[in-house]
């Protein structure tokens, strides 16, 4: 039978690789599924980098920020068009009765208006000063446009990791599996060689027994990883939006691969690379261009204009009334604010406001991902340290079960001592497993915190 301490160090295995194995809060290529193909329709199971790209292809939300940056480029144009002149054509035509007339003796009636009339003109209007409030709002727009595109770089990296995270938590789950795969083995084993024994006289019963309950118990912790197994290709599933299909091919296993860090250089790349610091930065910027942008606002304005086109109603010494003629127009236009309540001097109060906020937002971004790097070397060098352990703890587990089998066969030692030597064993294992696991994991935590690619 297991004892008090073996059960909980087995329970806490268990609820750790239950916890890690649980998600973070969340372009075609050639060769990639389509996105209405069915996985199981898949002709080669998915590599790390294959499942990141085919996450990264399949989400809606990634597609929803894309468009989004679209949309703030096409503002951006929108905002640019301030600069040229504006151009209009415009026709109409006007019944006009009664006209008012005057008879002069007996000579012709003299009209002072025709009755109908027609008025056709282009004109065309140019703002030819206006001390920077276009620049100022285009800058503004183009500020709002890279603050769209880093949002798009955020959300695919963070959907990268989540779909890195359940990647290796399949993995985890398979090698688990494979860990309590081989402690049945070997108890069956065992129990066989006990039952040649019991047949033999040499051995009792209740040995055989015993062994049948350590054998149950490791199928139902099977059981418990293959259900944790399954939830995770449901997850995979539905980052692949693949619902109705969790059985995902997934190729590759959990390899241990050290690499060394350098603290400093990490913390530098990622106040470099981070997307968040870019995107703090973005905030700040956009923040200081509204501000100037109201400022520019209160500011006096010039405009110029022209218009042709040919109209009636002219009274001229040639012709007649109703004689359409060519006609010019040229106007300039001068637009200067004198009292709005104050509301531009409140405005600049309220911009000022907010791009100090921004500033302190970048402070806290800046400490924060300080932060996540300092958190993911740590986890990577007691990863190191917990895997170091585990070796050590797999070699003396094998090497005490395999005393404790060679006793037993001499008839020198107890069944409960080999049980318990194959329990260890399969805690060490797990362990190790666990280890290469949280290393892994944390390999893929540095890269997210440094801003990298999360795959290679």
């Not at 870019?278 to 905030?283: E, F, G, I, N, T």
């Amino acid at each position: 039978m297991f004892s008090r301490y073996q059960l909980a160090s087995f329970a806490g295995l268990t609820l750790a690789g239950s916890l890690l194995a649980r998600p973070a809060l969340a372009q075609a290529q050639p060769g990639l599924p389509a996105a209405n193909q069915p996985i199981g329709l898949l002709s080669d199971s998915l590599s790390l980098g294959g499942t990141v790209q085919a996450v990264l292809d399949a989400n809606p939300g990634v597609a929803n920020l894309t468009e989004l940056a679209n949309a703030a480029s096409s503002r951006l144009t929108q905002t640019q068009a301030g600069f040229l002149p504006l151009i209009t054509g415009s026709a109409a035509y006007t019944n006009l009765t009664p006209v008012s007339h005057l008879a002069l003796g007996g000579g012709p009636e003299l009209r002072f208006a025709p009755s109908n009339l027609f008025d056709a003109h282009i004109t065309a209007q140019y703002e030819l000063l206006d001390f920077g409030k276009r620049g100022a709002s285009t800058d503004l727009s183009r500020s709002q446009v890279q603050t769209a595109q880093d949002n798009v770089i955020v959300a695919r990296r963070d959907l990268a990791f989540n779909a890195a995270q359940t990647y290796y938590n399949i993995l985890f789950m398979r090698a688990s599996i494979q860990v309590q795969d081989q402690q049945i083995a070997s108890l069956q084993v065992h129990r066989n060689e006990m039952e040649k024994r019991v047949e033999a006289g040499v051995s009792t019963k209740f040995d055989v027994t015993t062994t049948d309950v350590r054998i149950t118990q490791a199928q139902s912790t099977k059981l418990d990883l293959q259900n944790q197994l399954l939830n995770q290709q449901v997850q995979l599933a539905r980052l692949l939006h693949k619902p109705q299909q969790t059985d995902v091919p997934v190729k590759g296993r959990l390899t241990y691969e050290p690499q060394p860090v350098d603290l400093t250089a990490e913390l530098a790349k990622a106040a470099e690379n981070r997307p968040e610091v870019k995107l703090s930065k973005d905030a700040e910027n956009t923040a200081e261009l509204q501000a100037k942008l109201i400022t520019r606002s209160n500011m006096p304005s010039l405009g110029v204009g022209a218009q042709v086109g040919g109209k009636n109603g002219y009274i001229l010494p040639t012709g007649t009334i109703n004689d359409i003629r060519f006609n010019t127009l040229a106007q300039a236009q001068l637009s200067v604010p004198i009292y709005d309540g104050n509301r531009n001097r409140k405005q600049r109060v309220e911009a000022a406001a907010n791009y100090r906020a921004a500033q302190a937002r970048t402070a806290d971004t800046q400490e924060q991902i300080r932060s996540d790097v300092r958190q993911a070397v740590n986890n990577m060098q007691f990863s190191q340290a917990r895997y170091d352990n585990a070796e050590q703890q797999v070699a003396q587990a094998t090497d005490a079960l395999t005393r404790a089998e060679g006793r037993y066969r001499y008839g020198v030692g107890q069944n409960l001592d080999v049980l318990d030597a194959e329990t260890q064993l399969s805690l060490a294992r797990l362990a190790r497993a666990q280890a290469i696991y949280n290393y892994t994991l944390g390999q893929y935590q540095l890269r997210r915190a440094t801003g990298e690619q999360i795959w290679q």
